[in-house]
């Protein structure tokens, strides 16, 4: 039997999904015309990845939810982890989230803070 909520969760799907899906659409249509080399590319790069570094220094510094219950000495030294791992195992994200979630885990179990 169908259910009968099944538009709300049609809506929900479309809403969500054809904002992201236009810009998808025209990011692979207009990407396909430009160099990597091009002043436009390292423009676009730059800027994404300020917004990461952004939203990563937010995370640590103003976290919300269960991680605002941690001290900022565990988020920076996780981070710290992270970046460490990542540049010694550039290919391997991996590696580095487990590294800073080890980081943060010791350090808030044992109740260590560094300032």
């Given at each position: 039997m169908i259910d009968p909520d099944i538009n709300i969760y049609l809506l929900i799907f479309l809403v969500g999904c054809l904002p992201t899906a236009i810009w998808r659409f025209l990011g692979v249509y207009f990407g396909e015309k430009i160099t990597e080399d091009s002043e436009?590319?390292?423009?676009?790069?730059?800027?994404?990845?300020?917004?990461?570094?952004?939203?990563?220094?937010?995370?640590?510094?103003?976290?919300t939810g269960l991680l605002a219950q941690t001290a900022l000495s565990s988020r920076v030294l996780a981070l710290a982890a992270a970046v460490v791992i990542f540049a010694l195992m550039r290919p391997r994200f991996s590696y580095s989230l487990i590294a800073s979630l080890a980081t943060l885990y010791v350090l808030e179990a044992t109740g260590i803070r560094l300032f």
């Open positions: 436009v590319f390292i423009w676009v790069r730059a800027v994404a990845t300020a917004l990461i570094a952004a939203l990563v220094m937010r995370i640590v510094i103003a976290p």
